[in-house]
T-cell receptor, first 112, second 111 residues
Framework: NAGVTQTPKFQVLKTGQSMTLQCAQD?????MSWYRQDPGMGLRLIHY???????DQGEVPNGYNVSRSTTEDFPLRLLSAAPSQTSVYFC???????????FGQGTRLTVV | GESVGLHLPTLSVQEGDNSIINCAYS??????FIWYKQESGKGPQFIID?????DKRQGQRVTVLLNKTVKHLSLQIAATQPGDSAVYFC??????????FGTGTRLTIIP
C-alpha cells in the first residue's frame, strides 16, 4: 500500500497563478482532509470531506477549493496564489470512528 | 474559539531519561485526543490516542494521561532514544474526525 500520496513535493508559484495540489489514498478511507502548516504553528484545517461528493470548510478555507469525485482523490485548488499561501500542505485520510489519520509527506509551496 | 495548546515550545532530555510533553485544551466536548510525532520533512505520524472517557492509556514506551478536570493532556516517553527527536503535537477530535492541533513541542535528545 502506498498510503497517502501527495504531489508535487515542492512547488514555486508566482502571485496570481493557479494550481492544483494532488492527494490520493489507496486505503478506501471515507474521510480526507487538507491542512496547512506554517512556522511555529500547528496544522490548520483548510477543507475536509466525509465521503465522495461531500466537502466542507475547515478553519482557513479562503483562497482554496476542493472536490471529491472519487473516494481515492481529494485535490486542493489554489485559484489565485498569494504570498500568504506560502506554506507546507498536508493531506490526510482516516476511517470513520477510527482515530489516527494517515498523513501524506507534504507539499512545500512557495508563492513569490 | 476552541484551542489546543502546548505549555513549552522546546524540551531537551538526556538520552535514556523519561520525557514528559504537556498539552492544554479548551473544548470540554472533545471526543478524543491524539498525539502525533513529526520528524523533519515528514508528515505527522500517529503515536497514541485516548478517548475522553479514559484517564490513562499506555503504548509501547509511551503513556498518555488525561485530566479532564483541568483540561490537561500529557505524553510520557520512557527511556528516550535519539530517534525520539521530533516535534510532538497534541490534537483533539470533535465530530466528523476534524482535528484541531496544538502548536507543537520540539523534543531534543541529548546524547
Amino acid at each position: 500500500n502506498a498510503g497517502v500520496t501527495q504531489t508535487p513535493k515542492f512547488q514555486v508559484l508566482k502571485t496570481g497563478q493557479s494550481m492544483t495540489l494532488q492527494c490520493a489514498q489507496d486505503m478506501n478511507h471515507e474521510y480526507m482532509s487538507w491542512y496547512r502548516q506554517d512556522p511555529g504553528m500547528g496544522l490548520r484545517l483548510i477543507h475536509y470531506s466525509v465521503g465522495a461528493g461531500i466537502t466542507d470548510q475547515g478553519e482557513v478555507p479562503n483562497g482554496y477549493n476542493v472536490s471529491r469525485s472519487t473516494t481515492e482523490d481529494f485535490p486542493l485548488r489554489l485559484l489565485s496564489a498569494a504570498p500568504s499561501q506560502t506554506s507546507v500542505y498536508f493531506c490526510a485520510s482516516s476511517i470513520k470512528g477510527v482515530t489516527g489519520a494517515f498523513f501524506g509527506q507534504g507539499t512545500r509551496l512557495t508563492v513569490v | 474559539g476552541e484551542s489546543v495548546g502546548l505549555h513549552l515550545p522546546t524540551l531537551s532530555v538526556q538520552e535514556g531519561d523519561n520525557s514528559i510533553i504537556n498539552c492544554a485544551y479548551s473544548n470540554s466536548a472533545s471526543d478524543y485526543f491524539i498525539w502525533y510525532k513529526q520528524e523533519s520533512g515528514k508528515g505527522p505520524q500517529f503515536i497514541i490516542d485516548i478517548r475522553s472517557n479514559m484517564d490513562k492509556r499506555q503504548g509501547q514506551r509511551v503513556t498518555v494521561l488525561l485530566n479532564k478536570t483541568v483540561k490537561h493532556l500529557s505524553l510520557q516517553i520512557a527511556a528516550t532514544q535519539p530517534g525520539d527527536s521530533a516535534v510532538y503535537f497534541c490534537a483533539d477530535v470533535f465530530g466528523n474526525e476534524k482535528l484541531t492541533f496544538g502548536t507543537g513541542t520540539r523534543l531534543t535528545i541529548i546524547p
